[in-house]
């Protein structure tokens, strides 16, 4: 049912398989209004969406038992793959009892749904008892539905609930996890914490579900449709995502781009080269009549998105999904905090990061961020490990830079005797000789110019390995280079704390 293609970090290429065909994720569903849909789900399709959403509940309003007959692929006029959600929030909203889960779910069944969700009870950002009354009602109804969701065709949705109170996201996942029949997890409410761009608190909504649900398992979020958040959300393992962002825009003249969302009328140059940009000016929108322009802006917004998202994909093929995020982290400062975040996430991350990809290629770092890459934390902690057992024979420690030539410490042969060669470098920290060479000390490309954090992490490290030679009698000397700022400061420090300094040059 889902199979997972490729990884890195925790994200994944995957192939979700549907009675409509196959999706590959990550993967984006555009909300369609069955009753208002201003762009044509031919136009979505040759946008290269495959995979739509629309409301179950907004269908059985509108086209009650017709739907049944039509098929929903019908009344959409689509054939690709088509998620309903089961309109919860309408159902709360309208204070609609007159539908129970029941209803909602065969209507589902009925209609010929490809992916279908259960009547959940979104928590919103809501106080904490009346958040943890949305986790159990949920469950209780996720345990009712079992009966009817069993056997039948289409993919089942189960939502995970709690909202920003991740204890309460914890035992809704600890629960879903138990059931039976549900072949997608669903992670909800996260469109209020969205409309302020507190990506943060959904990254932590995310990280908290994923940690506990099945790997095996897809996983949706709701109501994501930024570029900003496909990147981070895909790296914490999120599969498929939906939303109306792109018609919602739209409708009130915004144009979606990289790092926030514009107003039609403050721009200047259209910063996008889209079948619908490439060929227009702000001024073609302006002209354009209310219809058409909404469709364009639309059109566009889509693009984006699914830009955003076939760039996330390419980085897992490479490998290099840290690196797209610190890119990411620089077009808005709240995604910075959620790249920051991601230090609380090392654990999760890099337990689901794979150890070699088919073509090796040189990590880019840049800056303090860069060390919590799991490939080059990873070695990191590797040496802090394996330190004290290296040092066990060891007479004297020879700390020098890595820098000059990145091949050096591999022809750098020179049989020291009982005295061990130990080189420093921003951002690796210390590569013992006999790993140097090893991925990635010498795979990593480093810009010249470093700033004080990263110096001040290598300046940390340098500090254990004195304290451990210390303890162990082992007397250190540190090699520099008086032209280089930071050499400098680590001979000053060195000095300071008792380590021979020696200079080079
Ligand atoms: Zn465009």
Redesign the pocket.
């Known amino acids: 049912m889902f199979t997972v293609k490729d990884m890195d970090l925790a994200g994944r290429i995957g192939l979700l398989k549907t009675k409509s065909g196959p999706i590959e994720t990550p993967s984006f569903l555009p909300v369609i209004d069955p009753a208002r849909q201003e762009l044509p789900l031919s136009d979505i399709e040759n946008a290269g969406f495959n995979q739509v959403i629309t409301n179950a509940y907004l269908i059985l309003k509108r086209f009650g038992d017709k739907a049944i007959d039509l098929g929903i692929h019908g009344v959409l006029g689509f054939k690709g793959v088509v998620m309903t959600d089961s309109g919860a929030y309408q159902v709360l909203e309208y204070g609609d009892i007159e539908y129970s889960q029941e209803a909602i779910i065969e209507y589902q069944k009925n209609i010929g749904s490809d992916i279908a969700v259960i009547l959940d009870v979104p928590t919103g950002d809501v106080a904490y008892e009346e958040a943890r009354l949305t986790v159990e009602e949920t469950l209780r109804r996720a345990r009712e539905a079992l009966e009817l969701i069993k056997d039948t065709k289409p993919l089942w949705v189960l939502p995970v609930q709690g909202g920003k109170y991740l204890d309460l996201v914890a035992l809704s996942a600890r629960e879903a996890a138990e059931l039976p029949y549900y072949s997608v997890y669903g992670i909800g409410s996260p469109t209020v914490f969205f409309e302020r761009y507190d990506l943060s608190t959904v990254l932590d909504m995310i990280h908290t579900a994923k940690r506990i649900l099945p790997q095996g398992r897809p996983v949706h979020l709701f109501g994501a449709g930024h570029p900003l958040v496909f990147p981070f959300a895909v790296a914490l393992g999120v599969d498929t995502f939906d939303s109306a962002s792109y018609i919602l825009y739209a409708r009130d003249d915004r144009y979606i781009v990289n790092h926030g969302v514009y107003k039609l009328e403050d721009l200047d140059y ?1 910063p ?3 079948p ?2 490439s060929r227009r000016s702000p001024g073609d929108f302006l002209e354009a009549d209310r219809a058409e322009r909404t469709r364009l802006l639309a059109l ?1 917004n889509l ?2 998105i699914k830009n955003s998202l076939d760039n996330t994909k390419q980085a897992i093929k490479e490998g290099r999904l840290w690196e797209l995020l610190e890119e990411v982290s620089r077009r808005h400062p709240k995604a910075l905090e959620a790249l920051r975040k991601f230090r609380k996430y090392y654990k999760y991350v890099e337990a689901q990061t794979p150890r070699v990809k088919g073509k090796i290629y040189g990590v880019k770092v840049y800056d303090v961020e860069s060390l919590w890459n799991p490939k080059i934390l990873r070695f990191r902690l590797k040496t802090l490990t394996i330190l004290d057992s290296l040092l066990e024979t060891v007479e004297s420690i020879n700390l020098a830079p890595l820098a000059g030539s990145e091949k050096e410490c591999i022809l750098d042969i020179i049989d020291t005797g009982g005295s061990m060669k130990i080189y420093y470098e921003p951002f690796i920290g210390i590569i013992p000789r006999e790993l140097c060479g090893t991925y990635p000390t010498t795979q990593h490309l480093t810009p010249k110019t470093i700033n004080w954090p990263v110096i001040e992490d290598l300046v940390n490290v340098l500090r254990i390995l004195y304290s451990k030679a210390r303890a162990r009698g082992i007397p250190v000397t540190l090699v520099y280079c008086e032209r280089v700022w930071w050499h400098s400061i680590l001979a000053r420090e060195a000095s300071h704390l008792g380590v021979n300094v020696k200079v080079e040059c």
């Open positions: 259209l996008c080269s889209c619908v940009c566009h693009y984006v």
